[in-house]
């Protein structure tokens, strides 16, 4: 028989203009969360309402332990900017690709879909975008940017100089880079709720997204209903 845990597992999520993320293993359910904090006085399921209710009565309160008896495994492709902030999170059990093992390929740098302008309030965010020919034009010097630079890289790498040390002509923030991490529901909770805020980076809030909406939602229906009560308000209106 399949389960819902069975289609979760290897689909993958495209995100921004090359990356992706992919669900490898999920271990655990709504249920798990339940059993594991009726273990305190070594019970189990009650049937789904009283199930329920306890789960939602636990994440209210925040005991947030049995949460962490449900595990996700992801593997993703962002830019760098994406994982230097994802690394930030050091509940993560984390593996990164290496730019001293493997070469990078020709179009693995991020192109910005639209030029987002600078916040006049809050120096962390961003609002309003720049449009016409001005914003035209600044693509193609990305564009061109990204080709002298990896050019740059290619003559290194052809003089024989190292991968570790040919890297440094590649536009580094913009670098397509694949890790695969590992985190607990609680711990994917504080990620979701710190990522998908408004003030979260886009090129980190998509990816926090698209978690929440392809994976964590169908994988634990009560647990995003219970995050949707409790947690998400604090969030504030989600930005797309
Ligand atoms: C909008 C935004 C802007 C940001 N701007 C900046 C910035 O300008 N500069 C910057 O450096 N960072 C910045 N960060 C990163 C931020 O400071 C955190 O490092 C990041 O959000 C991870 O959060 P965390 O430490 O709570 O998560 P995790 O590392 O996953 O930890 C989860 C929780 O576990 C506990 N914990 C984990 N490790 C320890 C520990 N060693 N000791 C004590 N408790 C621990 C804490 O309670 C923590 O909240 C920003 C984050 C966001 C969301």
């Given at each position: 028989?399949?389960?819902?845990?069975?289609?979760?597992?290897g689909?993958?999520?495209?995100?921004?203009?090359?990356?992706?993320?992919?669900?490898?293993?999920?271990m655990?359910?709504?249920?798990?969360?339940?059993?594991?904090?009726?273990?305190?006085?070594?019970?189990?399921?009650k049937?789904?309402?009283?199930?329920?209710?306890?789960?939602?009565?636990?994440?209210?309160?925040?005991?947030?332990?049995?949460?962490?008896m449900?595990e996700?495994?992801?593997?993703?492709?962002?830019?760098?900017v994406?994982?230097?902030?994802?690394?930030?999170?050091?509940?993560?059990?984390?593996?990164?690709?290496?730019?001293?093992?493997?070469?990078?390929?020709?179009?693995?740098?991020?192109?910005?879909?639209?030029?987002?302008?600078?916040?006049?309030?809050?120096?962390?965010?961003?609002?309003?975008?720049?449009?016409?020919?001005?914003?035209?034009?600044?693509?193609?010097?990305?564009?061109?940017?990204?080709?002298?630079?990896?050019?740059?890289?290619?003559?290194?790498?052809?003089?024989?100089?190292?991968?570790?040390l040919?890297?440094?002509?590649?536009?580094?923030?913009?670098?397509?880079?694949?890790?695969?991490?590992?985190?607990?529901?609680?711990?994917?909770?504080?990620?979701l709720?710190l990522?998908m805020?408004?003030?979260?980076?886009?090129e980190?809030?998509?990816?926090?997204?698209?978690?929440?909406?392809?994976?964590?939602?169908?994988?634990?229906?009560?647990?995003?209903?219970?995050?949707e009560?409790?947690?998400?308000?604090?969030?504030?209106?989600?930005?797309?």
């Open positions: 028989m399949t389960t819902p845990r069975d289609n979760l597992i689909k993958r999520i495209a995100v921004l203009d090359k990356g992706w993320i992919e669900l490898q293993d999920v655990g359910d709504d249920l798990a969360i339940v059993n594991a904090a009726r273990t305190s006085f070594l019970g189990e399921s049937g789904d309402e009283r199930d329920k209710k306890l789960l939602f009565y636990l994440l209210q309160h925040r005991h947030t332990t049995p949460f962490e449900v996700f495994k992801f593997r993703c492709r962002g830019p760098l994406t994982f230097w902030q994802w690394v930030r999170h050091r509940t993560w059990n984390m593996n990164a690709q290496s730019g001293r093992y493997t070469a990078f390929e020709e179009n693995d740098f991020y192109i910005p879909a639209v030029w987002r302008l600078q916040s006049s309030d809050n120096k962390q965010a961003s609002e309003g975008e720049l449009s016409g020919p001005e914003a035209e034009a600044l693509t193609a010097k990305l564009l061109a940017h990204y080709e002298q630079s990896f050019a740059l890289y290619q003559q290194a790498l052809d003089a024989g100089v190292a991968r570790e040919a890297r440094m002509f590649l536009p580094g923030f913009a670098v397509y880079y694949t890790w695969v991490v590992k985190v607990d529901a609680h711990n994917l909770m504080h990620f709720r990522r805020a408004p003030d979260a980076q886009y980190i809030r998509v990816y926090a997204q698209a978690i929440y909406e392809h994976f964590f939602k169908p994988a634990l229906p009560w647990t995003a209903a219970a995050f009560r409790f947690i998400m308000p604090e969030l504030g209106p989600i930005k797309q």
